[in-house]
């Protein structure tokens, strides 16, 4: 244990000195953590760190020290927050490898699964079983077990909660979108196969519909294979080809393997060097970070991008300028390299943890603070809409949300049953969750002539994103990674060795520096260097749920 502790520690100069100047630090740690405690109002005060989210916009004389939701915590549970610092949401995840290095933890924080698991050998967390038991409402209790209970059970060791899921509908599926005024144009079908994919592309190319004589066929951006990819990533071009980014699936014999060295990766990769070669791809899209590589797409210049259902929110940059839609796109299921439907992968709904320090004095704080989030999310009150909005309770785009510092989300959703169907007909009796009520009324302030509300229309409308989702769930066209659970000892120290060798050699192949079999080294030399002790440790855990 004190080994692992000094582990994290001895780390904590080099990230000190990498993220230096980065952040913005709105206290001085001492000064929030030495608050007294105000036992006689009952109010109860809990220390975090937060992201500083783009979206966010403080209403006038507000802050991440002072604003309302934080007042409306206190007010109507007795939890005062403090922040022991604020980044912005690009330096965030290394601020938080300082902060635990340098062992200097909030009283609560959210961590990913590798942390979780380092904070609990590290014994630096706080076992949660009996505070979250006492605590969490019976209304928490069931929200975070709408799964069966599986998402929960990814933050237990020993049989002790040590983290509280950040959780999230497994269910989301990647889709591709495309221009169908250029569809329209150049009298081309919709997207059903690989086949009209690269019928499109390649017309896309060659037309230049957009006239920007810069143009290609697909947007690609340089972490194309990361989760964190929502929009120009590569992982449903993967799924096209049957083939998938680094998720375990069953070898037809009872074990798992790794997705990323199966056969089919290898016939993705020839197809995208084939794009590449024929200048379908932007050839400095290795360099390129998503909003830098989006706008290729908002120019006109590209008329097809891989993402998930809330793609459209970032194609509205492009899409509709000066008030006026400049741009019509389309969203289709990932197309299929054969007659089998492509499968979209998806995890398990959960990738994060909050955690709360051994030194917390009040984890029952952190609970109270999950049992209102939940309360005010599900079945907010008119006076609670100040915890999504602000304190003059309306929708004007600040995004106050954000704010929360513990949020969780359904593990199931019903919005692709809902919402077309009520936008399409303008019937509102169907709607019953919160979720359902927000999207209907932005839809339908399209559907009233605003545009800005456009990308909620592609996403809930009709034709949208989430009405493909019924037909998907029905005929099962998904595959979820059957690994679960808090890392491996081999997957924490080999699996970014691996993922980096991966993405080093998938992007010369993509980029034609190497030939295709390149993959097929790749293949020996991911073995070699843990995979094959990564395999052994992940079929152990899944022989032992059977």
Known sequence: MKKKRKALLSIALVLSLAVAGCGKNTNEPEKSTNTPVEKGNEVIEVSTVSPSDQYLKFDEGESFEKNSVYDAYEKDIGVKITNKWVADTSQFKEKVKITIASDDLPDFLLVNATQLKELTEADMIMDLTKVYDENATEETKKFLTMDGGMQMKTAMFDNKLMGIPSSYNPYQYQFLYVRTDWLKELNLPEPKTMADFMAIAEAFKAKDPGGTGTSYGLAVSKNPFSMDTGVTGLRAFLNGYHAYENIWIEDGKGGLVNSDIQPQVKDALAALQDMFKKGLIDPEFAVKDVEKAAELVYNNSIGM?????????????????????????????????????????????????????????????????????????????????????????????????????????????????????????????????????????????????????????????????????????????????????????????RQEILLKKRDEVFFKIIMNQVSVDEFDKFVVEWKKLGGDEITKEVNEFYAALK
């Open 305 to 493: 991008v891989y993402g998930a259902s809330w793609t459209p929110a970032q194609l509205v940059k492009g899409a509709v300028k000066d008030g006026k839609v400049v741009q019509e796109w389309g969203a289709f299921p990932i197309p299929t390299v054969d007659s089998s439907p492509a499968l979209s992968q998806i995890g398990l709904g959960v990738d994060e943890y909050y955690v709360i320090s051994k030194k917390a004095k009040h984890p029952e704080g952190v609970i109270r603070l999950l049992n209102q989030w939940i309360a005010v999310d599900n079945h907010p009150t008119d006076e609670q809409k100040v915890y999504e909005f602000g304190k003059d309770l309306k929708e004007k785009g600040n995004n106050y949300w954000l704010l929360s510092p513990l949020r969780v989300g359904k593990q199931l959703d019903n919005n692709g049953e809902i919402l077309p169907k009520a936008i399409a007909n303008k019937d509102t009796s169907i709607l019953v969750t919160k979720d359902h009520k927000t999207r209907y009324e932005r839809a339908m302030k399209y559907v009233d002539g605003d545009t800005s509300m456009w990308w909620e229309y592609l996403i809930s409308g009709p034709g949208g994103a989430f009405s493909h989702v019924p037909e998907i769930q029905k005929n099962k066209q998904y595959l979820q990674n059957k690994f679960y659970g808090a890392p491996t000892p081999t997957m924490v120290d």
